[in-house]
């Protein structure tokens, strides 16, 4: 069945009036369209885009943020059976004429100046597949020396109704390119069946009640497999979504939209486990004292929901004055009404998801890729164990292979890489699973617990393996360290690269009399080197000696995407960085 038809037809014959998505344009508050007239634009889209020539199979890209637009886009050249192919908006000139070039891509949607300049010296450099440029803003300068329409007037005489084209559960919906943190990009082929079956399994494994009442706010790039499968999984099966377009702006778009569920990455949690625990410790000490005693009364409640077993009423009582005190507030800041989260990206440490589980959020951590159709393996609602990654969905098989390579097959498997045979059968294995290039085991509980990234195991000069991603991840929790990136191969012990959080690092300048000057001449201060040396040498204390980092240094800045330093989902792109502050390293040795 067609991806689009799946999503659309059900819900404007359940409840045509009910709200589908919800946006916000500058200098207004926010709006929502209803399934009837969200669909209604979503087929004068396909028609437009019909009638430009697009047919079955063309390629039809989005370069644009997080919008109604965006989603409206992906839709309606779905339904036509076109394949939709995402560009991050971060991306520049170059990176988009790659994925352009190689996908084919015959029209395009841009969302602001930035991406219709690069569109427009895309075609004026080369011949490329380009035949028209679409934008969804009106703020956006068109040029006339290429043919450019603002959405509004491309879609404007079009018709308001349109046929599903059928497909099969093998025809191609997306191409998805990989952000390449190891090499050039790769087009994931993702099929309709691929997405749909996803989406049944994950219905089948929670087993969601009144989901369509739920209400999820897309804050992280659509662009990105995790983003745009979850948010066409909650229109899927009937809740709202609001597209939040600056990720800024999340803070106030919480309290504004109050979302019930959302997807997020690592960073996301740590910086708000790290900024509660902060505010806790700056507090009085029988602040103190409530705030212990109140994580402790919910870890208690949390173990006894995870092993479904009885909450007693004094349990409960005290359970209630702690959310009174000091969860609601927690919630508050976050929008209030919060309730589950899947997690995704990297991984989570245990102790943040403990806290996150004291406080009544289900952080659902999962495990999976752009291959695989984003998941993989989820915490269930019960039962699950912090510090792995939690169960297979229905349909998925995981097995450890060679070098405790995670392997898997099943529903979500992508189709290959689009016109790449060769990298495509070097990820199968000859019986037909996918290789993941990541490092695992299976615990006796059937959980699946990541090790790391086989590419990003260091092994020192003595020998000694480091999984940098865990120890990386124990410092980022820490609200004083923005970024990290840990060196070891081949030294004889390990270093690192850290970014400060330079909002705390600002305030602890300010309460230890320490003069700012600028970040450069900041992160050489020794006074603010021996803070971040003890704060360090703590995190650490319970590793072991080999894994410990011995040296470091403060970076003045933060890693950029615009500057290749990270992905667009905040990946850290280890070969770039290495290999830009080689100098750096080497003095640490």
Same mark, same amino acid.
Request: aromatic share 12%.
């Given at each position: 069945m067609?991806?689009?038809e799946?999503?659309?037809q059900?819900?404007?014959?359940? /409840?045509?009036?009910?709200?589908a998505?919800?946006?916000?344009?500058?200098?207004?508050?926010?709006?929502?369209?209803?399934?009837?007239?969200f669909?209604?634009?979503?087929?004068?889209?396909?028609?437009?885009l019909?009638?430009?020539?697009?047919?079955?199979?063309?390629?039809?890209?989005?370069?644009?943020?997080?919008?109604?637009?965006?989603?409206?886009?992906?839709?309606?050249a779905?339904?036509l059976?076109?394949?939709t192919?995402?560009?991050?908006?971060?991306?520049?000139?170059e990176?988009?004429?790659?994925?352009i070039?190689?996908s084919g891509? !015959?029209?395009?949607l841009?969302?602001?100046?930035?991406?219709?300049?690069a569109?427009l010296?895309i075609?004026?450099?080369?011949?490329?597949s380009?035949? @028209?440029i679409?934008v969804?803003?009106? =703020?956006?300068?068109?040029?006339k020396?290429?043919?450019?329409?603002y959405?509004e007037?491309?879609?404007?005489?079009?018709a308001?109704?349109?046929?599903?084209?059928? !497909?099969?559960n093998?025809?191609v919906?997306?191409?998805?390119?990989?952000?390449?943190?190891?090499g050039?990009?790769?087009g994931?082929?993702?099929t309709?069946?691929?997405?749909?079956? =996803?989406?049944?399994? /994950?219905?089948k494994?929670?087993?969601?009640? *009144?989901?369509e009442e739920?209400?999820?706010l897309a804050?992280?790039?659509?662009?990105?497999v995790?983003?745009?499968?979850?948010?066409? $999984?909650c229109?899927?099966?009937?809740? &709202?979504?609001y597209?939040?377009e600056?990720?800024?702006?999340?803070?106030?778009?919480?309290?504004?939209?109050?979302?019930?569920?959302?997807c997020a990455?690592?960073r996301?949690f +740590?910086k708000?486990?790290?900024?509660?625990l902060?505010?806790?410790?700056?507090?009085?000490s029988?602040?103190?004292k409530?705030?212990g005693? =109140?994580?402790?009364?919910?870890?208690? @409640?949390?173990?006894l !929901?995870? *092993?479904?077993?009885?909450?007693?009423?004094?349990? +409960?009582i005290?359970?209630n004055?702690?959310?009174?005190?000091?969860?609601s507030?927690?919630? *508050?800041?976050?929008?209030? &009404?919060?309730?589950?989260?899947?997690?995704?990206?990297?991984?989570?440490s245990p102790?943040?998801?403990r806290?996150?589980?004291s406080?009544?959020? /289900?952080?659902?951590?999962?495990?999976?890729?752009?291959?695989t159709?984003?998941?993989?393996?989820?915490?269930?609602f019960?039962h699950f164990?912090?510090?792995?990654?939690?169960?297979?969905l229905?349909g998925?098989e995981? &097995?450890?292979?060679?070098q405790?390579?995670?392997q898997a097959?099943?529903?979500?498997?992508?189709k290959?890489?689009?016109?790449?045979?060769e990298?495509?059968?070097?990820?199968?294995?000859?019986?037909g699973w996918?290789?993941?290039?990541?490092?695992?085991?299976?615990?006796e509980k059937?959980?699946?617990?990541?090790?790391?990234r086989? !590419?990003?195991?260091?092994k @020192?000069s003595?020998?000694?393996?480091i999984?940098?991603?865990?120890?990386?991840? $124990?410092?980022t929790?820490?609200?004083?360290?923005?970024?990290?990136?840990?060196?070891?191969?081949? &030294?004889?012990?390990?270093?690192?690269?850290?970014?400060?959080n330079?909002?705390?690092?600002?305030e602890?300048?300010?309460?230890n009399?320490?003069?700012f000057?600028?970040w450069?001449e900041v992160?050489?201060? #020794?006074?603010?080197?021996?803070?971040?040396?003890?704060?360090i040498?703590?995190?650490?204390?319970?590793?072991?000696?080999?894994?410990?980092?011995?040296?470091?240094?403060?970076?003045?800045?933060?890693?950029e %995407?615009?500057t290749?330093?990270? @992905?667009?989902t905040? #990946?850290?792109k280890? *070969?770039?960085?290495?290999?830009?502050y080689?100098?750096? %390293?080497d +003095?640490?040795?």
């Open positions: 067609n991806l689009a799946a999503i659309i059900k819900n404007i014959e359940k /409840h045509p009036l009910k709200s998505i919800g946006f916000k344009k500058k200098k207004e508050g926010w709006k929502e369209l209803s399934w009837k007239k669909s209604e634009i979503i087929f004068k889209t396909a028609n437009a019909k009638e430009a020539g697009i047919k079955e199979n063309d390629k039809v890209s989005i370069y644009s943020d997080n919008s109604s637009e965006w989603m409206i886009f992906d839709l309606a779905m339904s059976g076109a394949v192919v995402p560009i991050y908006s971060t991306n520049n000139a990176q988009a004429e790659y994925i070039k190689d891509a !015959k029209i395009i841009v969302g602001d100046q930035a991406q219709y300049d569109c010296e075609v004026k450099k080369n011949k490329c380009l035949e @028209t679409i969804s803003k009106k =703020a956006v300068w068109i040029k020396e290429f043919s450019s329409f959405l007037d491309f879609i404007a005489k079009s308001a109704e349109a046929e599903f084209c059928p !497909k099969e093998d025809d919906a997306t191409l998805i390119y990989t952000s390449g943190t190891t050039t990009p790769k994931v082929m993702l309709h069946g691929n997405f749909i079956k =996803a989406f049944d399994a /994950h219905f494994f929670f087993k969601f009640k *009144n989901f739920e209400l999820s804050f992280l790039p659509l662009s990105h995790f983003e745009r499968s979850w948010s066409l $999984l229109l899927y099966g009937g809740a &709202r979504v597209f939040l600056d990720p800024k702006n999340i803070a106030n778009t919480l309290e504004e939209v109050k979302p019930t569920m959302m990455v690592p996301f +740590q708000i486990y790290a900024g509660v902060e505010k806790a410790e700056e507090g009085s029988l602040k103190k409530i705030f005693w =109140a994580v402790k009364t919910g870890w208690e @409640t949390a173990e !929901k995870r *092993n479904e077993k009885h909450i007693s009423l004094s349990l +409960q005290k359970q004055i702690a959310e009174a005190l000091v969860f507030k927690i919630k *508050n800041r976050m929008g209030g &009404r919060l309730w589950f989260l899947p997690c995704g990206g990297a991984s989570l102790e943040v998801t806290f996150f589980e406080v009544g959020i /289900h952080v659902t951590v999962g495990y999976g890729l752009t291959e159709t984003a998941t993989l393996t989820l915490f269930p019960t164990e912090h510090g792995t990654s939690g169960k297979p229905p998925v995981i &097995r450890i292979g060679d405790d390579e995670i097959r099943g529903n979500g498997i992508m290959g890489y689009y016109n790449n045979p990298d495509t059968q070097k990820v199968f294995t000859e019986d996918f290789k993941t290039g990541d490092a695992g085991k299976i615990d059937g959980n699946l617990i990541i090790t790391d086989l !590419k990003d195991l260091m @020192t003595n020998g000694k393996y999984a940098p991603q865990q120890i990386e991840n $124990l410092l929790n820490n609200n004083f360290i923005q970024q990290i990136v840990m060196i070891a191969e081949g &030294r004889q012990f390990a270093s690192a690269l850290i970014v400060p330079f909002e705390f690092l600002k602890y300048l300010a309460k009399n320490i003069p000057t600028n450069e992160v050489k201060n #020794k006074e603010v080197n021996d803070f971040y040396k003890n704060k040498k703590e995190l650490q204390e319970h590793l072991s000696d080999f894994e410990k980092v011995k040296k470091f240094t403060l970076m003045p800045a933060e890693f %995407i615009n290749g330093e990270i @992905t667009p905040l #990946k850290v280890r *070969n770039v960085v290495l290999k830009k080689a100098e750096i %390293i +003095q640490m040795y």
